[in-house]
C-alpha cells in the first residue's frame, strides 16, 4: 500500500495537474456500488466517479487507493469532470496517507421515497440495494476514516430504512462527526428527535417547496403537509439545527406563497432555511416541461433571501446548483432591490473574517456597500485587514461609536453561538446571518 503511493508520487512530482480534493476524501454510496464523488456542479449527476461495483466485496484500503489513483489519471487525460467547478489547475502536491483519508460519506444506497415532487423523475418503489456500513467498517479498521469526518443521506428516503437509527449512531457514537439527513418530514422519528436534542453535530433538512397546503399538494403529489409542518415544529422544539429547504420554480415563486412559508417557519420555530432552485430547468431554461424557472423565478429566490435576513432566519444559499450568470442576477437583485433598500444608511460590520465573509464582502463592496469593518473572535485574524478593511474584536466593537443605525451580518457556518453572543453582548443591534455557500 505504501509503495503504491510512493510510486504514485514518482510519477507526478512537479507536474501541473487538474486536482480536485474530493476525489481522494469521498465515499458516495449509490445503488449501483461505490462512487469517489458528491459533487453536481454542472447541474448533472457528476461524472467523475467511476462507480466501483459491489460485487468488488473486499474493498480494502489498498482496493481503494487503486481507485483514487485512477479516477486522479483519468481527469488528467480529460475523460472525466470536464467543466466541473472543482477541478483546480495547479501543481502536483505529494499524496500522504493523512491526505487519502475519508472525510466525507454519503449514504444512498437506497431508492423510492414516501413523497412525489414533480420535479424528481424517480419512480422507484423503495428498495435498499446493500449495506455500505459493512464496507465503511472495513476501511475504520484500517484507520482510513478521517477525524474530521461528515456523513450526509440521500438517494430515496432514508426514515423508509429499517435500520436507519444503526446508521445515525454509526456517526454519532463511534466518530462524532456531523451529519445531514434530508427526509422529506413525512414520518415523524423519536430516534431522529433525540439525535437532534443530545448532539450538536446532526442536522435534519426538510424540503418543503410551500407555504399552502395548495401549493405542497401541486408539488409533493401528496397531501402531507401539515403532518410535514407538525414534524418541523417539533425537531425544532429541541434543536436549531433543522434546515428547511425551499426549491424555487414557476409553481412557488409568488411572493405570497414565500410570505406564507415564512410565516410558517416563525410559527414552527425554523431558524434556518436553505435557498435552492430546481435543477432541470434552471440549467436547461430550453426543454419543455410543466414548469419553467425565469425572471420571475430570479426575483421571488432574492425576494426570499431578504425576507428571510430581515426576519433573521438563517440564510444558506448555495452557488453550486445554480449557473454563475444566474447565481450573479439573483445577488445582483438581492443588493439593489432589496438589501439597499433594507439597510440603507446603516452601518454595516461582517462578522467572520473567514471564506464566507470575505465572499460577502466582496459581493457588498461591488454594489457599493461595503461593510465598515469584520469582526470575529478569532485573536488570529483581528487586527488584521482585508482590501483595507480591519477586523475588530467583540469588545473593539462595543466601544466603537455607534450610528444611527447599525448591522451585523453573521456570514459563517456555524453561527448558533455566534449570533447568541451577538445579541446578548449587543442588544440594541440589528443582527443577521446570511451564508453564501
Same mark, same amino acid.
Given at each position: 500500500?505504501?509503495?503504491?503511493?510512493?510510486?504514485?508520487?514518482?510519477?507526478?512530482?512537479?507536474?501541473?495537474?487538474?486536482?480536485?480534493?474530493?476525489?481522494?476524501?469521498?465515499?458516495?454510496?449509490?445503488?449501483?456500488?461505490?462512487?469517489?464523488?458528491?459533487?453536481?456542479?454542472?447541474?448533472?449527476?457528476? =461524472?467523475?466517479?467511476?462507480?466501483?461495483?459491489?460485487?468488488?466485496?473486499?474493498?480494502?484500503?489498498?482496493?481503494?487507493?487503486?481507485?483514487?489513483?485512477?479516477?486522479?489519471?483519468?481527469?488528467?487525460?480529460?475523460?472525466?469532470?470536464?467543466?466541473?467547478?472543482? =477541478?483546480? %489547475?495547479?501543481?502536483?502536491?505529494?499524496?500522504?496517507?493523512?491526505?487519502?483519508?475519508?472525510?466525507?460519506?454519503?449514504?444512498?444506497?437506497? %431508492? #423510492?421515497?414516501?413523497?412525489?415532487?414533480?420535479?424528481?423523475?424517480?419512480?422507484?418503489?423503495?428498495?435498499?440495494?446493500?449495506?455500505?456500513?459493512?464496507?465503511?467498517?472495513?476501511?475504520?479498521?484500517?484507520?482510513?476514516?478521517?477525524?474530521?469526518?461528515?456523513?450526509?443521506?440521500?438517494? #430515496?428516503?432514508?426514515?423508509?430504512?429499517?435500520?436507519?437509527?444503526?446508521?445515525?449512531?454509526?456517526?454519532?457514537?463511534?466518530?462524532?462527526?456531523?451529519?445531514?439527513?434530508?427526509?422529506?418530514?413525512?414520518?415523524?422519528?423519536?430516534?431522529?428527535?433525540?439525535?437532534?436534542?443530545?448532539?450538536?453535530?446532526?442536522?435534519?433538512?426538510?424540503?418543503?417547496?410551500?407555504?399552502?397546503?395548495?401549493?405542497?399538494?401541486?408539488?409533493?403529489?401528496?397531501?402531507?403537509?401539515?403532518?410535514?409542518?407538525?414534524?418541523?415544529?417539533?425537531?425544532?422544539?429541541?434543536?436549531?439545527?433543522?434546515?428547511?429547504?425551499?426549491?424555487?420554480?414557476?409553481?412557488?415563486?409568488?411572493?405570497?406563497?414565500?410570505?406564507?412559508?415564512?410565516?410558517?417557519?416563525?410559527?414552527?420555530?425554523?431558524?434556518?432555511?436553505?435557498?435552492?432552485?430546481?435543477?432541470?430547468?434552471?440549467?436547461?431554461?430550453?426543454?419543455?416541461?410543466?414548469?419553467?424557472?425565469?425572471?420571475?423565478?430570479?426575483?421571488?429566490?432574492?425576494?426570499?433571501?431578504?425576507?428571510?435576513?430581515?426576519?433573521?432566519?438563517?440564510?444558506?444559499?448555495?452557488?453550486?446548483?445554480?449557473?454563475?450568470?444566474?447565481?450573479?442576477?439573483? =445577488?445582483?437583485?438581492?443588493?439593489?432591490?432589496?438589501?439597499?433598500?433594507?439597510?440603507?444608511?446603516?452601518?454595516?460590520?461582517?462578522? #467572520?473574517?473567514?471564506?464566507?465573509?470575505?465572499?460577502?464582502?466582496?459581493?457588498?463592496?461591488?454594489?457599493?456597500?461595503?461593510?465598515?469593518?469584520?469582526?470575529?473572535?478569532?485573536? %488570529?485574524?483581528?487586527?488584521? %485587514?482585508?482590501?483595507?478593511?480591519?477586523?475588530?474584536?467583540?469588545?473593539?466593537?462595543?466601544?466603537?461609536?455607534?450610528?444611527?443605525?447599525?448591522?451585523?451580518?453573521?456570514?459563517?457556518?456555524?453561527?448558533?453561538?455566534?449570533?447568541?453572543?451577538?445579541?446578548?453582548?449587543?442588544?440594541?443591534?440589528?443582527?443577521?446571518?446570511?451564508?453564501?455557500?
Amino acid at each position: 500500500m505504501q509503495n503504491q503511493i510512493i510510486e504514485f508520487n514518482r510519477k507526478w512530482k512537479g507536474k501541473e495537474i487538474y486536482n480536485c480534493e474530493i476525489i481522494k476524501s469521498t465515499l458516495n454510496f449509490v445503488p449501483e456500488g461505490i462512487a469517489l464523488c458528491c459533487s453536481s456542479t454542472t447541474g448533472k449527476f457528476p =461524472l467523475a466517479h467511476s462507480i466501483i461495483s459491489i460485487d468488488d466485496l473486499f474493498f480494502d484500503k489498498s482496493y481503494y487507493i487503486n481507485a483514487i489513483i485512477q479516477v486522479f489519471e483519468s481527469i488528467q487525460n480529460g475523460t472525466k469532470c470536464k467543466g466541473c467547478k472543482k =477541478l483546480e %489547475k495547479t501543481i502536483f502536491k505529494e499524496w500522504d496517507e493523512e491526505q487519502i483519508k475519508i472525510r466525507n460519506i454519503n449514504w444512498n444506497h437506497f %431508492k #423510492g421515497c414516501n413523497s412525489h415532487c414533480v420535479y424528481c423523475n424517480e419512480t422507484t418503489r423503495f428498495k435498499k440495494y446493500y449495506e455500505p456500513i459493512e464496507i465503511i467498517n472495513q476501511l475504520d479498521e484500517e484507520g482510513l476514516l478521517s477525524s474530521s469526518l461528515s456523513i450526509a443521506f440521500g438517494g #430515496g428516503e432514508p426514515t423508509l430504512l429499517d435500520n436507519l437509527e444503526q446508521y445515525i449512531k454509526f456517526g454519532l457514537t463511534k466518530h462524532c462527526c456531523e451529519q445531514v439527513l434530508n427526509t422529506s418530514g413525512l414520518l415523524k422519528k423519536d430516534f431522529i428527535k433525540n439525535a437532534l436534542l443530545e448532539n450538536d453535530n446532526f442536522w435534519v433538512q426538510i424540503s418543503v417547496d410551500s407555504g399552502t397546503p395548495e401549493t405542497y399538494l401541486k408539488v409533493k403529489k401528496q397531501s402531507g403537509f401539515h403532518a410535514v409542518w407538525n414534524t418541523i415544529k417539533e425537531y425544532c422544539s429541541v434543536s436549531k439545527h433543522v434546515l428547511i429547504k425551499y426549491i424555487v420554480f414557476s409553481y412557488n415563486s409568488d411572493k405570497s406563497e414565500i410570505d406564507a412559508f415564512i410565516q410558517q417557519c416563525n410559527t414552527s420555530g425554523v431558524r434556518n432555511v436553505c435557498v435552492s432552485a430546481e435543477m432541470m430547468t434552471i440549467w436547461n431554461p430550453e426543454q419543455t416541461l410543466a414548469w419553467n424557472y425565469g425572471d420571475k423565478e430570479l426575483d421571488a429566490t432574492a425576494y426570499m433571501i431578504w425576507k428571510l435576513v430581515e426576519t433573521n432566519i438563517a440564510v444558506f444559499f448555495p452557488s453550486g446548483i445554480y449557473p454563475s450568470e444566474k447565481y450573479k442576477i439573483i =445577488l445582483n437583485i438581492f443588493v439593489e432591490k432589496y438589501l439597499r433598500i433594507g439597510i440603507h444608511d446603516c452601518a454595516i460590520c461582517i462578522w #467572520g473574517m473567514g471564506t464566507y465573509g470575505k465572499q460577502l464582502f466582496d459581493i457588498l463592496a461591488e454594489y457599493g456597500m461595503a461593510p465598515e469593518y469584520f469582526g470575529d473572535n478569532d485573536v %488570529k485574524k483581528q487586527g488584521t %485587514k482585508y482590501r483595507e478593511h480591519i477586523c475588530l474584536s467583540l469588545e473593539q466593537i462595543k466601544s466603537k461609536p455607534k450610528h444611527n443605525r447599525f448591522c451585523i451580518i453573521v456570514a459563517i457556518s456555524h453561527y448558533e453561538e455566534v449570533f447568541s453572543q451577538l445579541k446578548q453582548e449587543l442588544p440594541n443591534t440589528d443582527v443577521k446571518v446570511l451564508v453564501l455557500l
